[in-house]
């Protein structure tokens, strides 16, 4: 069975200041897809960022950066420089690779608050 | 490119009533649409898997008979929640796909749907 562990329910910091979050996962398969998601408090999930099981590259987009390690089942999320614009809920999900197995099991989610 | 909608996006109805909420892929073919549900401060739990033209295929506790799911076109899936109860109160996802060569055919997203049971 898939799994999607985020072990911070809440994280608060001031604005500037840098911030990770965890994601562990749990999959059977050899080869699979990890995400992150945003939820701003409108609901409507904004897709960030998916990366292939094979593809174990750190990634950087602007302030976003990802760390992906597959020896320790993780993939967290970095916000560098952090703005009040960031705070929102952060899903971190798994899916399998086969088409009629390609469910999106998500994490419980990080709610992040970035204060003034 | 690649944009869902749901309709409506809130709605309020009396408890024993039944609401039905749409799901439309706006500009490409969904092959297959999810929803999902999730309640307040919690994560999106998958409901079902819907393929056009057959019948959806229902996560482990989640009663068919009283989310109906329909997918009778490429563009578009509803659920209906019959016999609403207060504890049907929530969130309702739906996300869209449509089957591509590449490995892995990416879920899009509609904005969401909250339901209030009274």
């Known amino acids: 069975a898939q799994k999607v562990t985020q072990a911070q329910t809440e994280i608060s910091v001031v604005e500037k200041e840098d911030v990770t979050l965890d994601c562990v996962y749990e999959?059977?398969?050899?080869?699979?897809?990890l995400f992150w998601y945003k939820q701003p408090p409108s609901g409507e999930l904004v897709f960030l960022i998916r990366?292939?099981?094979?593809?174990?590259q750190n990634e950087i987009s602007g302030r976003y950066s990802w760390n992906f390690q597959k020896s320790t089942s993780s993939f967290n999320f970095t916000i560098t420089a952090s703005q009040v614009v960031d705070s929102a809920v952060y899903f971190c999900?798994?899916?399998?690779?086969?088409?009629?197995?390609?469910?999106?099991?998500f994490g419980q989610g990080t709610r992040l608050t970035i204060n003034p | 490119g690649a944009v869902v909608s749901q309709h409506p996006s809130w709605v309020i109805c009396k408890s024993g009533t039944s609401v039905k909420i749409e799901c439309r892929s706006l500009?490409?073919?969904?092959?297959?649409m999810f929803w999902y549900r999730q309640f307040p401060k919690q994560s999106l739990m998958l409901m079902a898997t819907?393929?056009?033209?057959?019948?959806?295929?229902?996560e482990q506790g989640v009663e068919k008979d009283k989310f109906l799911i329909n997918h009778a076109s490429l563009t578009l899936s509803t659920l209906t929640v019959t016999s609403a109860h207060p504890e049907d109160s929530s969130f309702y996802i739906c996300?869209?796909?449509?089957?591509?060569?590449?490995?892995?055919?990416?879920?899009?997203f509609g904005p969401g749907t909250r339901l209030t049971v009274l």
């Open positions: 999900a798994l899916s399998g690779v086969i088409q009629g197995a390609q469910k999106l099991v």
């Open positions: 999959t059977r398969d050899t080869t699979y897809y």
């Open positions: 500009d490409f073919q969904a092959t297959t």
């Open positions: 996300s869209a796909r449509y089957l591509r060569g590449s490995s892995y055919n990416e879920q899009f």
């Open positions: 819907s393929n056009e033209g057959s019948k959806a295929t229902y």
């Open positions: 990366r292939n099981s094979f593809d174990e």
